[in-house]
Nanobody, 121 residues
Framework: VLLEESGGRSVQAGASLRLSCAAS????????MGWFRQAPGKEREFVSY???????KYADSVKGRFTISRDNAWNTVYLQMNSLKPEDTAVYYC????????????????WGHGTQVTVSS
């Protein structure tokens, strides 16, 4: 599975962005899809996942502001990010895995190269 993220850019605090992750290769609908992020000097952290039955989970830091969704017809997963804060600044990575409900990056097999999101105050 090849994953390619897009949509990251520099915005002001309070703005919205939608990240996309396009998948190619194997059957997209059979994978759980996750979003992770890594800020400078910090470890990669879980943001959200959506599995093959559309169960979702969010990190506490983004709950109520971010929404994950998937379109199996287009092999794409999205991350709608609203009310962005400077602390959301990070490289955002899309990942695919076979665990239905994991928040751990080690449980995801396929990764994109990331897209930079920068939020200024």
């Amino acid at each position: 599975v090849l994953l390619e993220e897009s949509g990251g850019r520099s915005v002001q605090a309070g703005a919205s962005l939608r990240l996309s992750c396009a998948a190619s290769g194997r059957t997209f609908s059979s994978f759980a899809m996750g979003w992770f992020r890594q800020a400078p000097g910090k470890e990669r952290e879980f943001v959200s996942y959506i599995n093959w039955v559309d169960d979702t989970k969010y990190a506490d830091s983004v709950k109520g502001r971010f929404t994950i969704s998937r379109d199996n017809a287009w092999n794409t997963v999205y991350l709608q990010m609203n009310s962005l804060k400077p602390e959301d600044t990070a490289v955002y990575y899309c990942a695919a895995g076979t665990y239905s409900d994991s928040i751990y990056s080690s449980d995801y097999t396929y990764w994109g190269h990331g897209t930079q999101v920068t939020v200024s105050s």
